[in-house]
């Protein structure tokens, strides 16, 4: 799986978002998570959310990242 990096949408931004994760392909829908700025283990989840060698044999072609 290949991580893909971009940066927040403008409407991210002004909902407060400061990470999101997306695992992106296949015929599968999308997951998408996000982290906010008044979450309080934000470190620990964005470490997580990075970390997407679970999904290596999934249909998920990447991991889109928005910092």
Known sequence: MRKVYRKLTKEQKERGVIFSSCLV??????????VYQEDDDKDETIRRLK???FFNDSPYKYNLIRI
Do not use: N, P, R, T
């Not at 392909?25 to 996000?34: K, P, R």
């Open 51 to 53: 970390d997407d060698s």
């Open 25 to 34: 392909g296949g015929d599968i829908d999308e997951i998408i998570h996000e």
